[in-house]
């Protein structure tokens, strides 16, 4: 059964840094993985989504990468702003994009003005 | 990006109760949409997978008794929390799957959620 774990649970950085937060997945044979952000209260805003059959993606100071055969994803925060502050969550899909996805616990981000 | 709306975004009830909610893709068909719940603090956990026209699939661990999925049409589906209890006070949240903008590839849209309090 896929587990995917995410570290660090929670990070709390001054406004400007640039971040790194972690994802990795047990069961390397996955359709896409996503990274998602989620305030207190709210639903889900999907952030990026990697193929399985690709290496990275992009939206503006993000950066997503997947390395499949290691299992592991990183997402990159550049120029960090107190406006991330929320949880990132990763997940990823198997079955050819026909199963419902795995959730990671979430990485809890603070940015401090 | 395609838009799911759920309805209600949230709904307090009395124990014992049923409560439906409702998940709609707005601007495409789905045939397949699921069902996830978030307790406090807790990640997302996929509790079905509902498909149009057919029986949905549960993951092990929920009641298919007590949480009853329809998938009739292309657009809707709903979730039924049946007898509700305090411990099914949960967010539920849905997503829709629609082949990929580009390549065929399948992604997921979700919905902003519905925060269910049983009293």
């Known amino acids: 059964k896929q587990e995917v774990t995410q570290i660090p649970a929670a990070l709390s950085v001054p406004e400007g840094e640039n971040l790194v937060l972690n994802c990795s997945f047990t069961?390397?044979?996955?359709?896409?993985l996503q990274w998602f952000r989620q305030d207190p209260g709210k639903g889900l805003t999907s952030l990026l989504l990697?193929?399985?059959?690709?290496r990275e993606q992009t939206s503006g100071r993000l950066n997503a990468s997947l390395d499949k055969s290691s299992g592991r994803s990183t997402l990159y925060i550049a120029a960090s702003q107190p406006g991330d502050s929320a949880t990132y969550l990763c997940?990823?899909?198997?079955?050819?994009?026909?199963?419902?996805?795995?959730f990671g616990k979430g990485t809890h981000l603070i940015i401090q003005p | 990006g395609a838009v799911v709306s759920q309805h209600p975004s949230w709904v307090i009830c009395k124990s014992g109760t049923s409560v439906k909610i409702e998940c709609r893709s707005l601007?495409?068909?789905?045939?397949?949409m699921f069902w996830y719940r978030q307790f406090p603090k807790q990640s997302l956990m996929l509790m079905a997978t509902?498909?149009?026209?057919?029986?949905?699939?549960?993951e092990q661990g929920v009641e298919k008794d007590k949480f009853l999925i329809n998938h009739a049409s292309l657009t809707l589906s709903t979730l039924t929390v049946t007898s509700a209890h305090p411990e099914d006070s949960s967010f539920y949240i849905c997503?829709?799957?629609?082949?990929?903008?580009?390549?065929?590839?399948?992604?997921?849209?979700f919905g902003p959620g519905t925060r269910l309090t049983v009293l």
């Open positions: 997503s829709a799957r629609t082949p990929g903008l580009a390549g065929g590839f399948y992604e997921q849209f």
């Open positions: 509902s498909n149009e026209g057919s029986k949905a699939t549960y």
């Open positions: 069961d390397s044979a996955i359709y896409n």
């Open positions: 990697i193929q399985s059959s690709q």
């Open positions: 601007d495409f068909q789905a045939t397949t």
């Open positions: 997940a990823v899909t198997s079955g050819g994009g026909a199963d419902g996805l795995t």
